[in-house]
């Protein structure tokens, strides 16, 4: 029997960092459906390369596979590549080549993730979702060339979608889950995100008004995850305060996206990002609402405040990974 073969670590990281990528593409396309058709041509079309790099450097790098499926893997990755190349450097085709040349890389795509789901050494669920994620691809490239009045109305959010679920199936590739504790704490950790962008967001977008609101909303933040320091005690509160840190980061750098996307916000968010990651400088944000004192929060100290909490959480969380028996 076949032996599964571990990939090597910088091509596993490589596949976390290609998913979020695309996973933020997928997010701005979704939330901005007024771009012009240019813009949203490039976008997609670079949010589908990075999956492309990725098929490629699959077949190239696992040396134990079959030749024949090394050579499908950098064929298929190659293929949609090119496509998607011609697309970004001739982004004023008519609406029907673009049609056709998304169809193109989309069903080789989709048959670079079917591919690795015939592999029976790899786990069942990991196989699975990548025969789910290239027949996706596959079904929405037909629906794309053979039933154009719906692809009229629907090809960007469709093929945005599409982007969304290969970046997050790459992310779980990536990051391969081979304990069971990994499985429960990558499930602790989209949870953490789903709550973040929708839960949380939803009230901060809405229900300001609150005294001392900030706190509440900290509050809110850490509520799900004092259940582990209930039921484990203070030995896991590291793992519960880096869970609660990255609701909070969901929140700030999601915030608009989510608001634009879901409800019907129009913010411009380039600039809105620019305030959030520092770039502003000491221009005013928002005003923090502590009850008995407030704490003026410019682009400046905002930009400090996300970047220490990724490292933060970054550190914690790979702490946890690597050591899932203390789960």
Do not use: C
């Not at 691809?137 to 679920?165: K, R």
């Not at 499930?187 to 949380?200: N, P, R, T």
């Not at 634009?260 to 305030?275: I, N, R």
């Not at 407030?294 to 100290?301: A, D, E, K, N």
């Amino acid at each position: 029997m076949v032996q599964a073969e571990a990939p090597p670590r910088w091509f596993r990281a490589l596949e976390v960092v290609l998913g979020l990528a695309s996973v933020v593409v997928a997010v701005v396309i979704l939330a901005n459906p007024n771009y012009q058709t240019e813009e949203l041509v490039i976008l997609l079309s670079v949010a589908l390369l990075f999956s492309a790099v990725r098929t490629i450097a699959s077949g190239g790098l696992r040396k134990r596979l079959a030749r024949l499926e090394r050579l499908g893997l950098v064929g298929v990755g190659v293929l949609a590549a090119l496509v998607l190349l011609l697309v970004i450097f001739q982004p004023g085709l008519s609406y029907q080549s673009l049609v056709f040349l998304f169809a193109i890389s989309l069903t080789a795509q989709g048959l670079g993730r079917i591919i690795p789901s015939t592999r029976r050494f790899e786990p069942r669920w990991l196989r699975s979702s990548a025969f789910a994620t290239g027949a996706l691809a596959i079904v929405l490239a037909a629906v794309a060339v053979l039933v154009p009045n719906i692809a009229a109305l629907t090809l960007v959010p469709l093929f945005s979608m599409v982007v969304l679920v290969s970046g997050i199936e790459m992310i779980v590739w990536g990051l391969r889950p081979t304990d069971p504790r990994q499985l429960t704490l990558l499930k602790l950790i989209f949870f953490s995100a789903f709550y973040g962008l929708v839960l949380v967001n939803w009230i901060d977008l809405f229900a300001t008004s609150a005294p001392a609101y900030h706190i509440w909303l900290i509050l809110t933040y850490m509520a799900p995850f004092g259940v582990l320091i209930v039921f484990q005690g203070l030995k896991d509160w590291q793992l519960a305060l880096s869970l609660g840190l990255l609701v909070s980061l969901m929140n700030d750098v999601g915030y608009y996206f989510v608001g634009d996307l879901l409800f019907g916000f129009h913010q411009a968010l380039v600039p809105w990002v620019e305030g959030q990651l520092g770039f502003l400088g000491s221009q005013l944000l928002f005003t923090f609402q502590g009850g008995a004192f407030t704490i003026p929060v410019t682009s400046t100290l905002m930009g400090i405040s996300i970047y220490t909490r990724i490292v933060v959480v970054a550190v914690i969380l790979y702490h946890w990974w690597r050591q899932p028996s203390k789960l």
